[in-house]
């Protein structure tokens, strides 16, 4: 079935560090993707998406390439803030003319120090 | 525009007993999620409501398990005779009626229903 795989945490870095956070997904046919933020007390939040191959989806200095030829998604930022510490989350939804049904991966958190 | 209302935030019970958990989505959004995200994992997919029907359940929602929309608006999600299992954050999610090919019905989170079962 359909499936994604986000790098392990914790990640931890200093402020301004680059940061990457590795994703991958199975998938028939041509999902969306998704980023999603998860700050400490409060709901996920969209971060950013790309619904076809090559697209890249930013917000917030954040970025992510939909990558088909290596399902990948990974997601990118050049100088990090210590208000960026929270859990990401990659999500897919399976190629669908319907509904967005959400499959996430575990999370990874980011840590960011001063 | 308030946003995605869950309530109530924390539920602690005893095995056994029975627990009702509250969303309130955006208002004009139709569609409603239900999902189910324990510690240290991403959330999982429990159930789907377009208006009032309910067009998709997980295998993951045992029959313990009822989720409801009587009027297209407000959701509710029942957990009948807790276990310890069922400990998670619960969820909940709303979209406009819109494509997922385009990406138009993006979900708009709450801030989720944390239950312990004791």
């Known amino acids: 079935g359909d499936s994604v795989t986000q790098m392990e945490g914790p990640v931890t870095l200093s402020e301004e560090a680059f940061l990457t956070i590795n994703c991958t997904y199975t998938a028939t046919g041509y999902p969306s993707l998704f980023w999603y933020v998860q700050y400490p007390g409060e709901g996920l939040q969209l971060l950013l998406k790309a619904t076809k191959a090559d697209d890249k989806g930013s917000n917030k200095g954040f970025e992510a390439t939909y990558r088909k030829e290596t399902t990948s998604f990974h997601l990118e930022k050049g100088s990090v803030q210590v208000s960026d510490s929270a859990v990401y989350f990659c999500a897919l939804s399976p190629f669908s003319g319907g509904y967005n049904k959400l499959i996430f991966g575990a999370g990874t958190r980011l840590a960011v120090h001063p | 525009d308030t946003g995605v209302s869950q309530n109530p935030r924390h539920k602690i019970t005893k095995r056994g007993q029975n627990v009702t958990f509250r969303c309130d989505p955006i208002?004009?959004?139709?569609?409603l999620y239900w999902y189910r995200q324990t510690l240290g994992q991403g959330p999982e997919f429990l159930t789907y409501f377009q208006n009032e029907a309910q067009l998709e359940k997980s295998r993951l929602l045992s029959d313990r398990f009822s989720a409801e929309r009587p009027k297209g608006s407000f959701s509710t999600l029942e957990i009948q005779r807790t276990e310890q299992g069922d400990s998670a954050m619960y969820l909940c999610?709303?979209?406009?009626?819109?494509?997922?090919?385009?990406?138009?019905?993006?979900?708009?989170f709450g801030a989720g229903s944390r239950l312990t079962v004791l």
């Open positions: 208002s004009e959004h139709n569609r």
């Open positions: 999610a709303s979209s406009p009626t819109g494509s997922a090919i385009s990406g138009a019905n993006v979900l708009t």
